[in-house]
Structures are given as C-alpha cells and as structure tokens.
C-alpha cells in the first residue's frame, strides 16, 4: 500500500484491492470537496501497521480532517500494531481540539494497560497541559498506572513538568461531584452533547456535565 505526504497528512494510493486511493490535493480542497472525494473511499484503510488516515490526521493535529474522516466513518478507537490510538497521536500534536473531538465521537480517554496511554504522553510532553485537562475533567483515573512509565505523577516529574506537577497535586483523587459528571455522560452514551439539553436543566448544571 504506498503513501503520499500532504502536509503532514499520510493518504493512501490504490489498494491491492482496488479501492480508489485519496488524491494528493485532498487536504487542500474545500470542505464540499474533500466530502464528494470521500464518496466510495474506505477511510479505515490502514498501512501494514495498521496505521491509518484518522491516526495520520490526528498526529499531524489536522482536525478538520479528522473530523470529516469520522463523519464518514474511520474508526474513532483503531489500533496500531504498537498499540497507539487516534487520541494519543492527538496528545502528541498538542491539539486541544482534536483531543475534545475525538471524545465527542466517543473515543476511549482511558485505555488498557496494553495500549499507549494518551494522558501519560500529555503530561510527558509537559507542554501541553490543556490536553491532560481535558482527559482529567473525562474521567481519566489521576491515579491510573503505565506499565512502562508509572503514574502520571512520577511521569512528570521525570521530565520535570513543573506545571503538570503542580495540577496533578492540586485535583488530587476526583470529587464525588466528577464522579457524578462522569457516570451521567456515560450513561447518556455518544449522543450525551445533545441529550444532556433534552433534560432541561439549569444552565449551570448543565454547562457542568458538558464541561464548559
């Protein structure tokens, strides 16, 4: 399967298979434009790493594409043979917003001690703390251990993120307040961003469960 770099953004060729491959002005083209190119594209198509456009767009911090690759479909949770994740390859660009988009399609903030995990590689790359923010106010345990660096406490001083550091002293284990927040979201399911304002709640409340 060849690959063309566009940007940062890796897009496939022809497949062994035939499906027709994504043009080397795709990232280029309008918004109207990118969608007409998409019709009849598989956008799960994946290298020999499995690594496909979604984990591309997202290392590369592209949201707009990111987004348009999960309205038509790629897979929000896809795995590489390393163990990486769309959302982890968003915490290495440092996008805040692809972060915040890829959990609005319902990636997993947390995941299993086989895979890479997205907070641990927040609070490593030290400057980016809004993204260990936001997958701290989804849930993620403060607490949770890496097998291959620890927790995210020794993760930061380690690399001496002094911010980090001090944040991650400050929430401390999450309040019965998060905890309600977190099992209301995941009861509402992906839909939660639409559901939440079909329970007609005060304005504060629900500014709180959509974390704004």
């Given at each position: ?15 062994t ?22 019709q ?26 990111a ?69 701290l106010a989804h ?28 944040k ?15 099992c209301?979201?995941?009861?509402l ?16 409340l ?7």
């Open positions: 399967m060849g690959q063309n770099q566009i940007l940062g953004f890796s897009v496939w060729g022809p497949t298979a035939g499906a027709p491959g994504l043009p080397l002005s795709w990232a280029r083209l309008s918004p109207h434009a990118q969608r007409s190119t998409l009849g594209f598989n956008v799960n198509l994946v290298t020999t790493d499995r690594v496909s456009a979604l984990h591309e767009a997202c290392l590369g911090g592209h949201v707009a594409c987004k348009l690759l999960l309205e038509n479909g790629a897979h929000v949770n896809a795995v590489t043979i390393d163990g990486i994740t769309p959302l982890f390859n968003a915490c290495c660009s440092g996008s805040v917003a692809c972060v915040n988009m890829l959990l609005e399609f319902g990636a997993k903030p947390q995941v299993g001690n086989h895979l890479a995990s997205p907070i641990h590689e927040a609070v490593k790359r030290g400057n980016i703390q809004s993204c260990m923010e936001v997958l849930g993620v345990d403060i607490d949770q251990e890496d097998l291959h660096y620890g927790t995210l406490l020794y993760v930061a001083c380690m690399y001496q993120r002094t911010d980090c550091v001090k991650l002293l400050e929430l401390g284990p999450a309040s019965l307040a998060q905890l309600c927040r977190l209301i979201r995941k009861h399911g992906r839909s939660c961003l639409y559901a939440v304002h079909k329970l007609h709640l005060p304005e504060p629900e500014n709180f469960l959509l974390h704004r």
